[in-house]
């Protein structure tokens, strides 16, 4: 049986499409007859644009898991609400729980007349969403609390991140510890900026000796942070995964 991951919101895009590329990050995960939204990207309305590219009906979606609540994981909620019957399962830490802003709501906010079609779901241990896909506890602390999803595939496990900020090592051995494996292949965010240098080569260290290989990197880690990377683990050890990009993996 295969899993297909699916990009739906990056800062880069299909290239010849009018898929629409902007900050933030949502990956659709199909697996176990279940379809799992991972994060939500931080615009409604370009989440909602892209889906219907990609031919997504918003109500075919199940499950949404949120990896943590800054603007560019879970700002686009509200508008994938408005466009289901509801309810939906929102898993996430329980400091995504959002609230009420002077111009607009932060972390998983909601209006209240979408609150009914959102069953919050906080996240404080390991969680299976279905056979073979896992939800982490949250890593890290002072508000930045993150999940990752965890797909178990044939070669081993798959690591769907949203910023990693917590350092891949960590994500790394926590994969270990739980499923007796280092992750085979680390998809999404890891949250290295343009002047971090010594953070990318850092996390090149950790893949390489860990045996992580297969690498689909984008949202917050910077262009600069992949070239450098590529030094080390050369030009095809970090493929960029932009809207429309799919991966798929035998589980």
Not at 25 to 35: H, I, N, Y
Not at 52 to 78: E, F, K, Q, T
Not at 156 to 179: A, E, K, N, W, Y
Not at 242 to 247: C, F, I, Q
């Amino acid at each position: 049986m295969q899993a297909k991951i699916l990009c739906v919101y990056d800062e880069g895009a299909a290239v010849d499409t009018p898929l629409i590329g902007a900050q933030g990050l949502a990956l659709l995960v199909d697996v176990d007859g279940q379809r799992t939204l991972f994060d939500t990207g931080m615009r409604p309305r370009y989440l909602a644009h892209n889906l219907d590219y990609l031919d997504i009906d918003p109500a075919s979606i199940d499950v949404v898991a949120v990896s943590h609540g800054h603007r560019d994981h879970a700002g686009g909620l509200a508008g994938l609400l408005e466009r289901i019957e509801g309810p939906v399962d929102v898993y996430a830490p329980e400091s995504a729980r959002g609230r009420k802003g002077l111009m607009r709501g932060s972390g998983l906010y909601v209006p209240a007349e979408l609150a009914g079609k959102m069953v919050f779901k906080p996240v404080d241990d390991w969680l299976q969403l279905s056979d073979n896909l896992f939800m982490s506890p949250p890593l890290g602390g002072n508000g930045d609390e993150e999940c990752f999803l965890i797909l178990k595939t044939k070669k081993g496990p798959v690591v769907l991140s949203g910023c990693s900020h917590c350092g891949v090592q960590t994500v790394i051995d926590l994969v270990r510890d739980r499923f007796g494996s280092a992750p085979k292949a680390y998809i999404g965010g890891i949250h290295i900026e343009k002047k971090e240098k010594a953070k990318a080569q850092e996390a090149s260290e950790a893949f390489q000796s860990s045996g992580c290989s297969d690498l689909h990197l984008n949202h917050c880690t910077s262009r600069d942070a992949i070239t450098e990377m590529r030094v080390k683990l050369g030009l095809h050890g970090v493929e960029n995964f932009y809207v429309g990009n799919t991966l798929e993996y035998e589980v």
